[in-house]
């Protein structure tokens, strides 16, 4: 069985702070993907990021930053320098190597940014 | 280039009535996915095509709840009769490839049953 947990249900922050969205995840494959997803307000989800279970190198993509540790099975999501555009829902996600492309999404941590 | 597209974007409908929503996933695309999301259990996986044939459709809620995915390029969702519990947004997602994971989502379909 999969699991993802998004602890946090939603948080508010004020324009510029930093934030970091936690997630936790359970599998027992030991090849797996994780990923993020937003929501925005206008409803569609929009892919940010995958990671492969081999690969625990940290990303940065402009403000925004991954931070993979397999050894506590966590893929934290961090923002830089917040901004209201920031603002939506975030979900994490993961796929177990035999699951084709089915998903299993945390609950979704909603992000307010405030100016 | 255009993405998942869905219709309708909003349906408001009586308990009772049959409801079918719909979706075109990017071409070239072969797998396709329905999803559900509420307040109360999140996004939730109903059924996963691939190449046009229903791999799993062990989330979808119970026999009122059907999908068919004629062709490549089309797929419904029918719920009948519907139920007021019923009330969600559908989101269809599209990828390509088997291992990807990269899924396309488009903007979702909100259903109201009264």
């Known amino acids: 069985a999969q699991k993802v947990t998004q602890a946090q249900t939603e948080i508010s922050v004020v324009e510029k702070e930093d934030v970091t969205l936690d997630c936790v995840y359970e599998t027992r494959d030991t090849t797996y993907y994780l990923f993020w997803y937003k929501q925005p307000p206008s409803g569609e989800l929009v892919f940010l990021i995958r990671r492969n279970s081999f690969d625990e190198q940290n990303e940065i993509s402009g403000r925004y930053s991954w931070n993979f540790q397999k050894s506590t099975s966590s893929f934290n999501f961090t923002i830089t320098a917040s901004q209201v555009v920031d603002s939506a829902v975030y979900f994490c996600a993961l796929r177990g190597n035999n699951a084709g492309n089915m998903l299993t999404f945390g609950g979704g941590t909603r992000l307010m940014v405030k100016p | 280039d255009a993405g998942v597209i869905q219709s309708p974007r909003h349906e408001v409908t009586e308990m009772g009535q049959e409801v079918t929503l719909r979706c075109k996933p990017i071409s070239g695309h072969n797998s396709l996915f329905w999803y559900r999301q509420t307040m109360m259990r999140g996004l939730e996986l109903l059924i996963y095509?691939?190449?046009?044939?229903?791999?799993?459709d062990s989330g979808m809620p119970e026999d009122r709840f059907s999908a068919k995915m004629p062709n490549a390029s089309f797929s419904t969702l029918k719920i009948q009769p519907s139920e007021p519990r019923d009330s969600a947004v559908y989101f269809c997602a599209s990828s390509f490839g088997q291992n990807t994971g990269e899924l396309f989502f488009g903007e979702g379909s909100r259903l109201t049953v009264l």
């Open positions: 095509f691939n190449n046009n044939v229903p791999i799993d």
